[in-house]
Antibody, heavy 119, light 110 residues
């Protein structure tokens, strides 16, 4: 059974930093692209970033490019999101999401971790 | 790229059918057969219901079906049940290795 468990959320001041982690189990982690998707309070889902499997690289939404860095440790089956220069509008539940093998959909989702940016 | 356009709400009585639309452009929905639909009960993890326009993952009831015409995709829920009440989001590959979501539709079972 695929399981994704996010951690690292919390309250941070504007301009601050936070690192999210996602521990994956139940499948061969390094074979699959992994994403972060967020949902701000009362808003819809927003794709944030992807780290491709099989040696591919990262990509980012324009709203976070230059501030967020996605990475993965295949030896630990863990995905990360380093968030710097945080803004109030980054407040959201952040979901760790596994793609399917062709990379055409978001197949499995974690429960999410809440990030609150506020002074 | 802009979010895909979904109606904010939809409703139907138990046993009825309801269809939710998802409108994009020729650069996303119309350009690729990579449209997905997700069911989201608040406080829970979103669940994949349809992918590649009309494919159901194992375990998803066949009451859920997907289709596409031009730049608009559709999710149809037949034989509505109380547990279908949730938020539904569409997504599409948008080129340049990124995905785009719709704004979400709140489905109410009357």
């Amino acid at each position: 059974e695929v399981q994704l468990f996010e951690s690292g959320g919390g309250l941070v001041q504007p301009g601050g930093s936070l690192r999210l982690s996602c521990a994956a189990s139940g499948y061969i982690f390094n074979n699959y692209a992994m994403n972060w998707v967020r949902q701000a309070p009362g808003k819809g889902l927003e794709w944030v970033s992807v780290f491709n499997g099989g040696g591919g690289g990262p990509n980012y939404a324009d709203s976070v490019r230059g501030r967020f860095t996605i990475s993965r440790d295949n030896s630990r089956n863990t995905l990360y999101l380093q968030m710097n220069s945080l803004r109030v509008e980054d407040t959201a539940v952040y979901y760790c999401v596994k793609e399917n093998l062709p990379g055409t959909t978001f197949e499995h989702w974690g429960q999410g971790t809440l990030v609150t940016v506020s002074s | 790229q802009s979010a895909l356009t979904q109606p904010p709400s939809a409703s139907g009585s138990p046993g009825q059918s309801v269809t939710i639309s998802c409108t994009g452009t020729s650069s996303d929905v119309g350009g690729y057969n990579f449209v997905s639909w997700y069911q989201h009960h608040p406080g829970k993890a979103p669940k994949l219901m349809i992918y590649e326009v009309n494919t159901r993952p194992s375990g998803v009831p066949d009451r859920f079906s997907g289709s596409k015409s031009g730049n608009t995709a559709f999710l149809t829920v037949s034989g509505l049940q109380a547990e279908d009440e949730a938020d539904y989001y569409c997504s599409s590959y948008g080129g340049r290795n990124n995905m785009i979501f719709g704004g979400g539709t709140k489905l109410t079972v009357l």
